[in-house]
């Protein structure tokens, strides 16, 4: 798999094709902000293991620990296949784009040894133990301690929160302070977490949709061996926002966003659709999530070729969240009211207020794509030691 | 920005700036507030090729597509020059679609004659022009307002509707008998925008498919997208210095998040017009049914983007935006007329809405059809 070319990338394309003929009946379908119960995380889960096993997951990862050696243009064709068949990818999303990346670039040759693998499977899904309540858009401000003790190992004490999927995880990822007398981003240092580890608690954190998908994590006394911390003491910063940058070279961070067929559909379906204001304001719906959708593409084409987006690639998300609101209400307008508790548009139209916060709020993605794609002045930074 | 384009396209471009930056087009849109001639841009035009873009080598144009004029108009728009393109171009991509005569053609790919695309769906919303057959002409009635690019047009290519309501185009001599182009006032005074009376006009019938004798007004909504995104695009950056260089309370206004975010959602919205009309120039060759639906969500996006950037242009600039000195001004006056052309905004937005409810009607009847719009 790991020679490229346009005509090696339509024989992969092929392979792939004919797996998915003999594998589709095993994936869940593509949902967008759908919540998911036990059964249906076990399945999907699953489903992961089979992409893994077939090379399907971590494509341009290093073979040496479970990759395939691959190309950024094979893992976008992964991720266009099964979206044009309406087909989930990998459950874990947060370990496969984020975690595990970091872990190859940062972490020892042990630790790629003993994480990377399961990771990529499913059989150990991964949770970020990143912002705290006081620590939020100022990450750098977290409060978390991780106390050196004599043997090497450390004891952590803290308080995380908005920690999605921490309820199925074995580890998380955990950013915590080793040292308060240094500049708050010197001072950190970031760790694995065992999540059944004694003085891990997990409190499911209830939503605006009434289902609980993150939660809050309280560590108290928790024991660390030497070998958990990723990268150096003190280096927690830096592994952090390597971590935040692979975020962005996740493929489909567009493919959030209501589906338009969906909302052509509710249209279609009501007494409104003759009506030449609704027809109006479909348009205008529509054509923001076109424009989302070829965005997204153009995004996507740029990994394909091997590239890393810049921070623009980050309004893709904005538009993410604004048009499908635009999408959501509209079809709540012309199905009725009570489509605002019906499983599909209701439950977006309680999903997606949170999804602006997720990953960061909209204002630090607007800061950080001020400064750094139009060069903007910075907002003034006080540097501050940690309290 | 994440952009990927042929060396040819890119020459292309940076040709088009080197062109019109011989120009001073912007002092020229001001003036001609005043009533002074714009500079002429028509020959400027001729020379570069421009004309020519979208008509076949067998007729001495470059036999290029929908994507390199859409690349052209969008360097146009950056510098508010006004080339009377959107009129010829739609226009001509009509006439090369019907084969029609090749000295016409090769006339208006040398830049000899100018053409203009008389369609009621590409003027101001009123009663589609009547067409009825008489041997081999077409005869057209009616009138259209605010038509881009008509007066003093050589070339007229009018689309009206037969007894039949089926579409049908033709192609006349603007001094033809039945015509009479009235010139409107126009607040942004680059633009040449006129009102076309035809009655009993004889015109010689273009051979195009009925769904496809909309493609010139999909097309010019697309330029109109183009030029758009380049406008908007400039205002950005002119918003973009001066949020650098202007200090308030000590410190550039551009590190307040009061002006950061606006110019980041000026981006944003350019960005996201910007993938429409690259998505349009894309299908053009290939696919004009997924043509019309870019070209006219990339209309809608990109008036939007423009009615945006441009009063916030002048909002940045405090109180010197908004005098009759500064540039912020003529982008505006360009955002609140372009975006009224062509049909204007709202009816591109009912186009993309007519194309997608008639798919999810034809999916109802045929539940096997294969939808473009089931991804994603």
Known sequence: ?387 | MYLALTDEQQFLIEAAQGTLARHDTLEGARSALDGAPGPALWQTAAEAGWTGLLIGEDADGAGLGAYEALLVVEQCGRVLADARLLGHLAATALLEQAGADATLRGALATGERRAALVDAAAGERSAPVQARRAGTQMVFDGRVRSVLDVPDADVLVIVGRDADGACVAGVVDADADGITVTAERAYDATRLVGTVRLESVGATALAIPADRTRDGADLQRALLAAESVGAADACLELSRSYAIDRFAFGRAIGSYQAIKHKLVEMLRRIEGARSLVVHAGRTWDDDRAAFALAANAARVVAADALDYCAPETIFVHGGVGATWEHDASLYYRRAELARRLAGGATVAAAAVAAVLLDEAHLRTQRPDTVSALSVG
């Open chain 1, 1 to 387: 798999m790991s020679s490229s070319g346009p005509e090696n990338l339509d024989a992969f394309r092929a392979q792939l094709r004919d797996w998915l003929d003999a594998n589709a009946e095993h994936a869940p379908r593509r949902q967008v902000l759908a919540p998911q119960d036990d059964a249906a995380v076990g399945r999907w889960r699953g489903w992961q293991a089979r992409l893994a096993d077939a090379g399907y997951a971590g494509i341009t990862w290093p073979g040496a620990y479970g990759g395939s050696d691959g190309t950024p243009a094979q893992r976008v064709a992964v991720e266009q296949e099964l979206t044009a068949r309406g087909l989930s990818g990998v459950f874990d999303f947060i370990g496969i784009e984020m975690v595990g990346p970091t872990i190859l670039v940062h972490g020892t040759e042990e630790q790629r040894d003993r994480y990377v693998h399961p990771l990529l499977r499913g059989d150990e899904t991964w949770c970020q133990l990143l912002s705290e309540p006081g620590a939020g858009s100022d990450l750098a401000a977290v409060q978390s301690r991780a106390r050196l003790q004599d043997d090497g190992s450390w004891v952590v004490n803290g308080q995380k929160v908005w920690t999605s999927f921490a309820q199925h995880a074995a580890f998380g990822i955990l950013l915590a302070r080793t040292d308060t007398e240094v500049a708050k981003h010197k001072g950190l240092s970031m760790f694995v977490v065992p999540m059944d580890a004694e003085g891990v608690t997990i409190r499911p954190l209830r939503q605006i949709t009434g289902d609980a998908e993150f939660n809050e994590v309280f560590l108290d006394d928790v024991r660390l061996a030497r070998d958990s911390i990723i990268g150096a003491p003190g280096e927690g910063w830096r592994v952090a926002l390597t971590m935040l940058g692979f975020e962005r070279v996740g493929v489909g961070s567009g493919l959030h966003a209501t589906p338009l067929d969906r909302l052509v559909a509710a249209v279609h379906a009501s007494e409104d659709r003759d009506d030449a204001g609704v027809r109006v304001r479909l348009g205008q719906v529509a054509s923001e999530l076109l424009a989302l959708r070829h965005t997204s593409e153009r995004v996507v084409e740029e990994i394909a070729e091997g590239h890393v987006p810049g921070p623009e690639a980050g309004l893709i998300k904005i538009t993410s969240v604004t048009a499908s609101l635009a999408a959501c209400r509209l079809a709540v307008d012309v199905a009725g009211p009570e489509a605002l508790v019906d499983d599909e548009w209701g439950h977006q139209v309680s999903a997606l207020p949170g999804v602006r916060s997720a990953g960061g709020t909209e204002e630090i993605l607007r800061n950080l794509i001020g400064e750094r794609v139009l060069g903007l002045p910075p907002e003034p930074r006080v540097p501050t030691k940690a309290a």
